[in-house]
């Protein structure tokens, strides 16, 4: 059912934790199946430097989330917000379609915390520039994601 690059992941996650003295900290989740999501990043030069995942999700998450900060890591900040559901899956190796919404935990935290590094820099004109004004709402109404939705929780 899984490639053996997910498996592989699942085993042995990459980046797990939590930077302390992180930049940015973008949290998504459904509390409905329980599936959370924190990440952390670090950033110099608007490049991504640093990043860490911890997940409440199933193996899938785990594997992907693994994946996502794998391919975030040395971006820029407007490349990392073009990483989608597909790259993580095709870098994967392909996820069974019952999951491929899983790996939008990681992708989605990673943008929400990058808007949470622009928002603590006081840097509103690369919110709009990169269209965050939405997910910066959002965050700020404390909604937790549109994900649960899709996750069925298994
Ligand atoms: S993240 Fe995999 S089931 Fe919700």
Do not use: W
Not at 23 to 32: F, K, R
Not at 67 to 90: F, H, P, Y
């Amino acid at each position: 059912m899984y490639s053996e690059k997910v498996m592989e992941h699942f085993r042995n996650p990459r980046n797990v934790g939590e930077i302390k003295d992180a930049d940015g900290v973008g949290e998504v989740g459904n509390p409905v199946c329980g599936d959370l999501m924190k990440i952390t990043i670090k950033v110099e030069n608007d490049r991504i430097s640093d990043i860490k995942f911890q997940t409440f999700g199933c193996g899938a998450a785990i594997a992907t989330s693994s994946m996502v900060t794998e391919l975030a890591k040395g971006l820029t900040l407007e490349e990392a917000l073009k990483i989608s559901r597909q790259t993580v899956a095709d870098a994967l190796g392909g996820l069974p379609p019952k999951k491929m919404h899983c790996s939008n935990l990681a992708a989605d935290g990673l943008r929400r915390a990058i808007v949470d590094y622009l928002k603590k820099n006081n840097r509103m004109d690369k919110i709009k520039e990169l269209g965050l004004e939405k997910e910066l709402e959002k965050m700020e109404k404390g909604e937790l994601d549109d994900h649960g939705e899709l996750c069925e929780g298994v």
